[in-house]
């Protein structure tokens, strides 16, 4: 790992401003970037420590929650307003990482971690379009069975990594973001780029930017959540498909229905077609399955992903089956 | 070059032909050796709190924890596996939670209170999760078991050693090459059934 300069900071101004030098990175958990450091696929030569900034808070109320984008992954997980008002998000970060990762990564952090493709994480292969603009994708003919096969392009197919952004992007959330330029809110599904051309773009963040909240909308009357992870072992794994679910069922027929996908997808990514045809479909197997096909739609195959397809929708189906049930 | 990574080369020179976990680890020593100094490192004072006493060092802002508690303290029992965060054994506790001393600053760990395995045992007595693992033989190697002990240890505090399905979701941190899982598994229901001291 390259040397850097580690500043603490005492104010949120004062890690904004110190992260005007260039070739910085801010440091919360450190779970993400350090790998990557030690990988040499980040080479910052000045770190910036949030630790200590007062965005260590979780408040729950009818009027939705607001998750500090400090709070380490394990602290969201046991907190028990959210667990009962968002099952979705303590289900989906308890399928995240490690017992010791999520007792040190942190909620904003989580939702800017990088992806898992290989290729993007060995410095030693020299075609990356995200590590290294215009030098290629080695995993568009290469090694592609854990690759996207929603919004790809012909110059990345990476996935997002994170199961947080798939359960936060199916109930809507937004992210608070600072910068020298004050306050904003993005939607969680308006924060992440498809990768077109610029795959080295992932967020809109502008630089120098941070997530300092997430903000999530009160559930809908009588609405349950779920998350479905599906890999490769049974923990301490990263999806091959991931389904979060939200939805309410008024006297046996469904009444409103908001569904992510993970492991499937460039970026955490909504299937509004089955959200559409679930809607007034009686809770029975046949109607769910037969809605959850249209997941399929829009889906894009590389050599060795194809199984993710059927996958997915099987996925989806029995989400939903969990969550009616 | 920092004088820990150098301790660190000799080290694994001397012990590189001894198995697969230390040419795991050799990796990422090398890789290092081959960047240039970018810039002149800026060294950091730290006093680390490791099981009850206080170490003051000057590190690197780049010297993980576990390099620290290694090289600096000359505390080898918390053991450098995959240096990523993946296998658990440079498992520690900080603060009381259990982390990757890999993936940790040590210069972020100013007044923070550390315990490795060193610390567990008490008054010449072991830990009963360290009695536990000789009594049911978790280990083979044993190069993994201060990590899944540390890890054991902070499960059956946290309330998690619920049933068998339980503890091994809550131990899917620890990697064992040896397969050991059984019995670790037998040695942590030992511990959490007995409400002795955990």
Redesign the interface.
């Known amino acids: 790992?390259?040397?850097?300069?580690?500043a603490d900071t005492a104010s949120l101004d004062a890690a904004l401003a110190a992260a005007q030098q260039t070739d910085t990175k801010f440091?919360a958990g450190?779970?993400d970037l350090?790998?990557l450091?030690?990988?040499?696929v980040e080479r910052p030569?000045h770190?910036v420590?949030l630790?200590g900034l007062p965005f260590d808070q979780v408040t729950t109320s009818d009027d939705g929650a607001r998750i500090g984008a400090l709070v380490k992954m394990?602290d969201l997980a046991d907190n028990p307003d959210l667990r009962r008002r968002y099952p979705v998000i303590a289900e989906a970060l308890l399928a995240s990482?490690?017992?010791?990762?999520r007792?040190?990564a942190t909620i904003g952090g989580n939702l800017l971690q990088r992806t898992r493709c290989g290729y993007f994480r060995d410095p030693g292969v020299a075609a990356c379009n995200k590590r290294r603009p215009g030098s290629g994708c080695s995993a568009i003919l290469g090694f592609n069975r854990l690759h996207a096969v929603l919004g790809g392009s012909d110059y990345c197919i990476a996935t997002h990594p994170s199961d947080l952004a798939v359960a936060l992007s199916a109930l809507d959330a937004a992210v608070e973001l600072r910068g020298s330029d004050g306050v904003r809110s993005v939607p969680i599904n308006e924060l992440y780029l498809l990768p077109g051309d610029t795959p080295e773009r992932e967020t809109v963040l502008n630089p120098g930017e941070i997530i300092t909240a997430v903000l999530v909308p009160p559930p809908a009357t009588g609405e349950r959540s779920h998350y479905l992870k599906l890999r490769d072992r049974?923990?301490?794994e990263f999806a091959l498909v991931s389904v979060a679910v939200a939805v309410a069922v008024d006297d046996g027929r469904i009444r409103s229905a908001r569904i992510a996908v993970g492991g499937v997808g460039t970026k955490p990514w909504r299937l509004p077609n089955v959200e559409a045809a679930l809607v007034g479909l009686p809770v029975n197997r046949d109607a769910l399955v037969e809605a959850a096909a249209h997941a399929a739609e829009g889906a894009r195959p590389t050599r060795e992903n194809a199984f993710k397809i059927p996958l997915m929708q099987r996925a989806v189906a029995r989400a939903l089956a969990t969550v009616t049930a | 070059m920092s004088e820990l990574e150098v301790s660190r080369r000799r080290f694994l020179g001397v012990s590189m032909a001894t198995g697969g976990l230390a040419a795991t680890a050799t990796r990422a020593a090398v890789a290092q050796t081959t960047t240039p100094p970018v810039r002149t490192p800026e060294m950091t004072d730290v006093t680390l709190d490791v099981n009850g006493r206080r170490h003051a060092l000057t590190v690197e802002p780049r010297t993980t924890l576990l390099d620290a508690l290694r090289e600096g303290l000359r505390l080898t029992g918390t053991k450098k596996g995959c240096d990523r965060g993946s296998c658990g054994a440079c498992t520690v506790h900080v603060d009381g939670a259990r982390v990757l001393s890999c993936l940790t600053l040590a210069a972020r760990c100013q007044d923070k209170s550390i315990t490795t395995i060193e610390g567990l045992a008490s008054k010449g007595e072991l830990h009963p999760m360290q009695a536990a693992f000789l009594a049911r033989d978790g280990l083979q190697c044993g190069y993994c078991t201060p990590g899944q002990i540390m890890s054991a240890v902070a499960l059956v505090e946290e309330g998690r050693a619920v049933s068998d399905d339980a503890i091994r979701e809550w131990m899917s941190g620890n990697i064992c090459r040896c397969g050991a899982y059984p019995h670790i598994l037998a040695a942590i229901k030992d511990v959490a059934g007995s409400g002795s001291r955990s």
Request: aromatic share 6%; hydrophobic share 40%; proline share 3%.
């Open positions: 790992m390259q040397n850097f300069t580690l440091i450190g779970t350090l790998q450091m030690k990988d040499e030569q770190l420590d630790d394990s990482a490690s017992p010791q990762v007792n040190m049974a923990s301490f």
